[in-house]
Every structure is written in C-alpha cells, then in structure tokens.
C-alpha cells in the first residue's frame, strides 16, 4: 500500500498535468481533425478533394481577402495608437496607472454585442457624429457612414484596441525605464530611441497583441454582420452562414481549410517581418 | 512649445480613452431616454429600469452566465495551476502554443464545438458551455501562470524544503502567493472572456442554459428597446462598484499584511 | 525498460481516470434528465418577438409548469441547431410554413391531437390546409405576417408614387431602399411581380432574377431581417421590403411611415406551432399552447409585437391603423401567397452567396 502511495507521488507531475493537455487534446484538437476530415470526406461522394474545388472560386478569394485586409489595417492601427498610450501608463502616468489599467476592462463588463450595437446610434444619419458635424457646419448633408466598410472598420478598431493595449502594457511593465533615460543620455532622438531600444524590448508584447487583434478581427462574426448591411461577405459571416444556414459541413469546412491556410501563411509572414525589424534594430 | 508637446501624448491618450468609452456613455445616457429606440432625446425616464427589474429572463440568463465564468475561471485556474506547477521546464517552449484557442477565429472553434459535441451526442447545456470556456480560459491561464512561475527563484523553493516544510505546505504559502497576481489577472481575463462570449455560447447551448449575451442578441435582432440600455448602465455601477470595493479591500490587507 | 513501461502504465491510468470524470460531467445533463423526468417544466425554440414574456410569466404561475425559453432568428437556424441536438432539448417551436417539410422529413416534429386543443374551430379556414400541411396533421397556425413596402410617406409628398413592387424591383432610383436578407422572401416576391407565378425557377428566369437583384443592389441601403423599422425611421432609405410586423414596430416609433400593399399581390409567412418528437411532456405542451390562443395571450402578441392573429375571434376585433384591415381581409387576401421556396436549398444559397459577393 505504502509502495503504492509513493509511486503515485513520484508520479504526481503526470498526474496535475493531465486536465490541461486532455482539455486542450479532446477540445481544440479533436474539433479540428474533425473539421478537416469534413472538408475531404463529404456524404455524396465519399473521401474526395470536391469540396475544395467549389470553394476554390474567386468570389471566396475576394472574401477572404477583405477580410485579411480589414485585420491586418486593424492590428495595424492598433498597434500604431496602442504604443504612444502604454508608454504612457507605464511611465508617465504615476498615481494613476492602476486606475487608467482598470479602465481599460471596464468597458468589458457591458456585453461586446451591446457595444456594438451601441454604435448604430453614433453612426446614424441622425446619429451623434452626424449631428455634431452638422452643429459644428464641417459638413452640410449627413455622412453615409452606417452599413459601411467604414463601419466595420471603426466598430472593429474600438473593440480590440485594449487587446492590443494590455499586452502591450504589461510588457512595458517589465521594461526598465533605465534604459530609455540611458538612451537619451548617450545623445539619441526619439526615433533612435524608438527602434534601437524600445521596440525590440516590447516585441514579444507587441507580437502577441498584434496576432491576437489579427486573428480575432479576422473571423469576426458579430461586427460584420451588424455594422455591413449585409452588403459584403467576410470570412466570419460566411463559415457561420454555411454552417447554420446552408448545412452544407464540406463546404464549410473546406472554407474553414482555406481561410486557415490563407491567415496561417499571413501570419508567418508578419512573425518574419517582426524578426526583420528585430535584426535590423540590433544593427 | 515645449509645453504643447508634453501635453500633446496625454490629450492623445484622452483622445483614446474617450473613443474607447463613447459607445458606453451613449448607451447609458439614452437609458434614461423616454422614446423607445429613438436616436433624438424626448425626456428623462426610469421607466426602463422598471421594466429590467421585471423581466424575469434577464436574470435567469443572467445567473447562467455567471455559473458559466466562474466554473469556466475556476476550472481553469485549477488546472493552469497544477500543470504549470509540475511540468515547469517541460513548459519553456511550447507554453506560447497554448495561446492556439484564442488565436483561431472563434467561429473555427465555435464550428468544432458543435461538430463534436453533436457527433459525440452530448447533450447541449451548462457542461458543454463550462467544457468550451475552460478550453478558451486554459489559453490564457498556462501561458500567462507559466511565464509568473518563471519568474520566481527556484532557490526559494529549495530554501522552503530545506527549512522542513513539506511540499505542499511550500506550494501553499511560497508558490501560490507569488503566483498571486498572475492568478488575479487571469483569473480577471477568463472571467471577462466567459462571461462576454457570444460566438462558442451561440452554437453551444443547448435548452435551458440560454446566456446573457445571447438574450441580448436576440433582443437586438426584435426591435431596440432602451432595456437593454438599462442592463448595461446597471451592469456598469456594478462592475465599477466592485472595482472600487477590491481597490479598497486591497489596500486594508496590504495595511495588514 | 520496465521503468518506462510502469510510467506508462501510470500515466494511462491517470489519462483514464480524468477522461472518466470528464465524461461524466460533459453527460450530466443525460443523469439529471433521468432523474428529474417529472419535473414540470418545458422548453420552448420561438422567434424573439412572438411571445411576450409577461404570458409566460402569467402561465407559470398560474401553472406552476416553468418555461425554458430559447430564441432563434431564422428558421434555417431552428433546423440546424435542432439537426446537431438530435431533436432532443426542445417541447416546442414555431417554424415558419416554408420550413415545416423539412423538419417532417427529418422526423422532428410529432402529430398532433386536435381534439387537445380547445380553439381548432375558431381557427379561420383561410389558414388551413396548405400545401406544406394539407390535412394539418403537424402544424397548428399561430399567426402570420404579410409582406409589404414600408415607405417614408414625407419624403414621397410631391412625387410619383404607384403601390407596385416596381418601386423597388426596377431602378434606377432617386431614393434608398432597404431589402430583407431571407432569399425566399426576396425570390418569391420578385418571381410574383416579374413572373405573376410562384412556380420553381428554371435556368433563364433565375439567371434574369440575378441580373434584376444586383442592378438593385447598388440602390440598397441594407439587407437585413433585424432593424429594417429602424432603416424607415432614422431616413437611412426611403422604402423598404418589410412584412407587418416590422412596420408595426416603424409606426410605434415615427407617424410618418406608411406600410403600402402593392397591387400585384403579395406574400404571407404562417408561423406554426409544432411539438418536437422527442417531447416527453405532451400533456405540458398542450396546456400551454391552449394558454397561449386565449384571448388575452393573443391580444398581448399581436399588440406587442404587430403579428397577425388567425381565430376568428381575434381577426373580427382586430384594428390596425396601418393597414386598411377590410382591404387585407377582403378580395386582397386572394392575391397574398404563401412565401414558397422557389430554388432547392443549395441553390438558393449560392444565389444569394453570389449577390453578396457581387
């Protein structure tokens, strides 16, 4: 029994280990082998690549590609606004960092969904922006702004900017403020400052907000469904109208396949490029 | 000059904070509007507060979305825990890969839920929600538990041992306080992500175990009533009231310990 | 090598045992089911603006029977979520006409007992024995919305206006015009205009309604089923395609707005209760669907959401003021059809797939 008890604890690591990588063994990998079994294997025509020729159409082309458009300007602007703002927490906001960090999740608590619905009245015809730029007499006739690319756009922007930000924060956290003072004692500008020293010490904080505003703005189902009118097809509204609407698993999941490749082979891109700008600061 | 340009990063960063919070101001200000779905402002009312109260869906969902984020938050600051805690060196490099769940488009894994869970004919309803926002918490929990882990001097541990204490007793009092913030933060994140899910909870709930966000989406889709508007002007105090509540929680024990 | 096979051994049992547990939890609901099988309780999948809570509010507590209430937004999400469910979860729910064939052919819902419900003989006979349910054998017809042009009556002062699907089908346009995003809808009113028929669409006439649909599109505001009042009332379009409904809610909100029945005829949608198959609680269905036919129920869903009754009862005291409800009832009533899918599904979607991508 004793023997028994102590073998157990000797193997107690494999023990606590267990939940995490079933969950992540039974729940994330077994869906996706399932999906991409789906979309070679399809009821009518047994183990066959069909699925992938009907997708393989310009028509899905041109939705995936406006959706990888949309998300990488997205993470783009993101990133470009989150910087100047989490440095600014993490160095010169002293008394008030923790309340300015709070405040970023504080908006979460009200559902994404009414959010963005929220938006519908500032986007209006009549809406707030419309009626202060009519006060105020920079236009004269209300600017079409609601079931827009432009919408979606900004709807998009406002939601994932604190995705962006925190990692981004939390990296700063870590920096030493040392290091940027040294910089600007040993003569550099902001911009050398910039490249040569922060950017590369915040990269890890910067890649991970940059691929999750990517891939979140990317398959994103709500904003473009609400905020587009309906007018243009994202990769997100597609996958669930093939699937809730249509029943049509292969296709979807074809779909899933391809949009999946497409994203994947953006980001490889991307993770290089940030190595190219890590390499090239260190120069 | 030099002045305009010390003040030029904190207006920006106003800037930013206001466009972060205009939705929400505009969503609580036309709370108290009299018209229904309107755009123009007819008059003060808290006739929709009333009429929050009353509906009785709201909080059925509303308690079933709050059994989800925390068995969700629980589960996985459990498991987080316990694999970060025993499989340490083995995490260095493939923790990052944890973070898959989160990078994949929701609808991706929202799709496979259903495909599984339906091929496995498994019943649709709290436990499929719970199984499917762990997974999600679990993305977070690992990577972010696993990179404050390692930060902590292994020589403590060591230190604790050598002392007598036992194994458990030093993951008791010397890694899990250190692990402290960690788990706030996270602990936060899974929270917030359960609670806020639309997409995994659109797909995977079954009979009975309807949730806030999709009440919501529904309400959306019939018509704009200033109900909603109350819901998040009330969810906000209380979110803003516990915030306040944990600040000043904090700084007594800080005072005691 | 005997030390890694009882590693091995270890880490299988460990693996085991979690699966267990885990298993367990994810089948919990198939226990609870078991054993809490008299409990009194249903579960209902409805649209988000047919039932006002208030009357199942009232039905619980007059019954002591609760209501689990789902919501969905389409009647091709009702399928596919009732599909991947296996039909088990849900008592009842209220399809609309065009989908109630395929929930049959899939064995989802059961036959019902008329002599069950005590309103059958009040039901106007106009909305009984449809093709999609001749002898009504599975469906029992709840209300029903009819389809029309929602136009922003200020704006057209002045201007030619004829009540004709031409205002919206053939632009080019000096106005804005707002479309629902159910293809059904759209193809079985423009094959009604363009074609006077509600038969199947061969390869010609489909390719010609493709080519109508995105000459349209570039007038379109919207194409949406979610806030088409909202599109009317805040100026974005001047004319929409929106059923009764949806300008009830228009009307509540803005005087200005007209709902206008085009000459040509229109189309209606029947939603209909059905009872799951897999339903155990039939007694407990069948109390509530009586509740929910009683005047007061009736009157509440109709008021509160704009549909259209179908007992006699209720279509006799019914006032609407923005439609003339003699007219609707009357000779009109001939020329309003059934929204009839008029492409296979696939098809259909590809359609309306390619109009979007267009």
């Known amino acids: 029994m004793q023997r028994i008890k102590k073998a157990f604890l000797s193997r107690m690591a494999y023990f606590l280990a267990c939940p995490s990588l079933l969950w992540y063994v039974l729940f994330l990998l077994l869906p996706l082998i399932i999906i991409v079994s789906a979309s070679i294997y399809s009821r009518g025509h047994g183990f066959s690549l069909i699925s992938y020729r009907l997708v393989l159409t310009t028509a899905h082309f041109k939705i995936i590609f406006r959706s990888l458009f949309l998300a990488l300007f997205n993470a783009t602007?993101?990133?470009?606004?989150?910087?100047?703002?989490?440095?600014?927490?993490?160095?010169?906001?002293?008394?008030?960092?923790?309340?300015?960090?709070?405040?970023?999740?504080?908006?979460?608590?009200?559902?994404?969904?009414?959010?963005?619905?929220?938006?519908?009245?500032?986007?209006?015809?009549?809406?707030?922006?419309?009626?202060?730029?009519?006060?105020?007499?920079?236009?004269?006739?209300?600017?079409?702004?609601?079931?827009?690319?432009?919408?979606?756009?900004?709807?998009?922007?406002?939601v994932y900017l604190p995705f962006m930000l925190l990692p981004l924060y939390v990296n700063f956290e870590k920096f030493d403020r040392r290091l940027l003072e040294a910089s600007f004692d040993l003569g550099a500008g902001w911009k050398q400052t910039f490249w040569r020293v922060m950017m590369p010490l915040t990269l890890s904080g910067a890649k991970l907000g940059f691929f999750l505003v990517l891939g979140m703005s990317f398959g994103d189902y709500v904003t473009p469904q609400l905020m587009s009118g309906g007018k243009s097809l994202f990769v997100g509204t597609v996958i669930s109208d093939y699937f809730l609407i249509n029943r049509s698993f292969s296709i979807g999941a074809a779909f899933i396949c391809l949009s999946a490749l497409i994203l994947v082979s953006m980001m490889g891109v991307c993770l290089a490029g940030f190595k190219a700008a890590a390499k090239g600061a260190r120069t | 000059?030099?002045?305009?340009?010390?003040?030029?990063?904190?207006?920006?960063?106003?800037?930013?904070?206001?466009?972060?919070?205009?939705?929400?101001?505009?969503?609580?200000?036309?709370?108290?509007?009299?018209?229904?779905?309107?755009?123009?402002?007819?008059?003060?009312?808290?006739?929709?507060?009333?009429?929050?109260?009353?509906?009785?869906?709201?909080?059925?969902?509303?308690?079933?979305?709050?059994?989800?984020?925390?068995?969700?938050?629980?589960?996985?600051?459990?498991?987080?825990?316990?694999?970060?805690?025993?499989?340490?060196?083995?995490?260095?490099?493939?923790?990052?890969?944890?973070?898959?769940?989160?990078?994949?488009?929701?609808?991706?894994?929202?799709?496979?839920?259903?495909?599984?869970?339906?091929?496995?004919?498994?019943?649709?309803?709290?436990?499929?929600?719970?199984?499917?926002?762990?997974?999600?918490?679990?993305?977070?929990?690992?990577?972010?538990?696993?990179?404050?882990?390692?930060?902590?001097?292994?020589?403590?541990?060591e230190a604790s041992l050598d002392l007598g204490a036992s194994a458990w007793r030093t993951f008791l009092w010397v890694t899990l306080p250190f692990l402290r913030p960690a788990i706030f933060s996270v602990g936060l994140l899974v929270w917030i992500t359960s609670f806020d899910d639309f997409l995994v909870s659109f797909f995977c709930a079954g009979s009975a175990s309807q949730t806030l966000p999709l009440y919501i989406y529904a309400r959306v889709h019939v018509g704009i009533t200033p109900v909603i508007n109350a819901l998040s002007t009330v969810t906000l105090v209380v979110s803003c009231l516990l915030v306040t509540i944990y600040s000043a929680i904090r700084v007594k024990l800080e005072e005691i310990i | 090598m005997s030390v890694f096979l009882n590693r091995l051994l270890w880490v299988i049992l460990f693996v085991v045992f979690w699966l267990v547990l885990i298993t367990g939890f994810v089948y919990a609901p198939y226990v609870t089911r078991l054993i809490g099988q008299d409990q009194k309780s249903i579960s209902i999948f409805v649209w988000s603006d047919l039932i006002d809570p208030k009357t199942i509010h009232e039905f619980e507590q007059r019954t002591g029977i609760k209501v689990f209430v789902n919501y969905y937004e389409g009647n091709d999400e009702l399928l596919t979520k009732l599909r991947f469910a296996h039909g088990v979860g849900y008592d009842l729910f209220v399809p609309s006409n065009y989908i109630i064939q395929n929930l049959v052919k899939d064995g989802l819902i059961k036959k019902i007992y008329k002599e069950k419900l005590q309103f059958w003989r009040d039901i106007d006979s106009r909305f009984l024995g449809f093709a999609h349910d001749p002898y009504n054998e599975y469906t029992i017809p709840f209300v029903w919305d009819v389809y029309g042009m929602g136009v922003n009556r200020d704006f057209f002062v002045g201007k030619v206006f004829e009540p004709s699907w031409r205002?919206?089908?053939?632009?080019?346009?000096?106005?804005?015009?707002?479309?629902?995003?159910?293809?059904?809808?759209?193809?079985?009113?423009?094959?009604?205009?363009?074609?006077?028929?509600?038969?199947?669409?061969?390869?010609?006439?489909?390719?010609?309604?493709?080519?109508?649909?995105?000459?349209?599109?570039?007038?379109?505001?919207?194409?949406?089923?979610?806030?088409?009042?909202?599109?009317?009332?805040?100026?974005?379009?001047?004319?929409?395609?929106?059923?009764?409904?949806?300008?009830?809610?228009?009307?509540?909100?803005?005087?200005?707005?007209?709902?206008?029945?085009?000459?040509?005829?229109?189309?209606?949608?029947?939603?209909?209760?059905?009872?799951?198959?897999?339903?155990?609680?039939?007694?407990?269905?069948?109390?509530?669907?009586?509740?929910?036919?009683?005047?007061?129920?009736?009157?509440?869903?109709?008021?509160?959401?704009?549909?259209?009754?179908?007992?006699?009862?209720?279509?006799?005291?019914?006032?609407?003021?923005?439609?003339?409800?003699?007219?609707?009832?009357?000779?009109?009533?001939?020329s309003i059809k059934l929204i009839t899918p008029l492409l296979p599904r696939h098809e259909l979607f590809e359609f309306w797939l390619s109009l979007k991508a267009h």
Not at chain 1, 94 to 100: H, I, P, Q
Not at chain 1, 130 to 139: C, E, M, Y
Not at chain 3, 214 to 239: M, P
């Open chain 1, 77 to 158: 602007l993101c990133a470009i606004v989150a910087y100047p703002v989490a440095y600014f927490i993490a160095f010169r906001a002293g008394r008030w960092k923790n309340a300015l960090v709070m405040l970023l999740t504080l908006p979460y608590w009200v559902n994404f969904l009414v959010h963005v619905y929220a938006w519908f009245f500032i986007l209006e015809r009549d809406g707030l922006f419309n009626k202060i730029l009519l006060q105020v007499g920079i236009i004269h006739s209300p600017l079409h702004m609601m079931n827009t690319l432009f919408a979606v756009g900004v709807v998009m922007f406002q």
């Open chain 3, 167 to 334: 205002m919206l089908f053939e632009p080019p346009f000096y106005y804005r015009v707002g479309m629902t995003n159910e293809p059904r809808e759209v193809v079985s009113i423009a094959s009604l205009y363009f074609y006077k028929a509600m038969k199947p669409l061969d390869q010609k006439r489909k390719s010609e309604l493709a080519r109508i649909l995105i000459k349209q599109k570039k007038f379109v505001e919207s194409y949406t089923d979610l806030n088409t009042d909202f599109l009317l009332t805040s100026g974005s379009c001047q004319l929409v395609l929106a059923p009764s409904n949806a300008l009830y809610r228009a009307r509540r909100q803005s005087e200005k707005v007209d709902f206008v029945l085009p000459r040509e005829g229109t189309v209606m949608a029947l939603e209909n209760m059905v009872i799951a198959a897999q339903s155990t609680k039939d007694d407990l269905v069948y109390e509530f669907i009586n509740f929910l036919y009683q005047r007061e129920s009736v009157q509440s869903t109709c008021s509160r959401y704009g549909y259209l009754p179908v007992l006699k009862r209720d279509l006799s005291e019914l006032s609407l003021d923005y439609i003339d409800k003699n007219k609707l009832l009357g000779d009109y009533f001939k």
């Open chain 2, 1 to 157: 000059m030099k002045f305009l340009s010390r003040l030029s990063l904190p207006l920006f960063v106003l800037f930013v904070y206001a466009l972060l919070y205009l939705p929400i101001i505009v969503l609580v200000v036309f709370s108290f509007n009299k018209a229904p779905g309107g755009y123009h402002w007819t008059g003060f009312t808290l006739a929709w507060f009333a009429e929050l109260f009353q509906t009785t869906e709201i909080w059925v969902a509303l308690q079933h979305s709050l059994i989800v984020a925390f068995s969700a938050m629980a589960l996985s600051l459990v498991f987080g825990i316990m694999i970060v805690c025993s499989m340490k060196d083995y995490l260095r490099r493939i923790a990052e890969f944890f973070y898959l769940p989160i990078l994949i488009p929701e609808i991706v894994l929202a799709v496979g839920f259903l495909y599984l869970f339906s091929f496995l004919k498994v019943p649709f309803g709290l436990p499929t929600l719970i199984v499917a926002h762990t997974l999600l918490g679990l993305s977070f929990a690992v990577p972010l538990l696993h990179a404050r882990f390692n930060e902590m001097d292994p020589n403590v541990i």
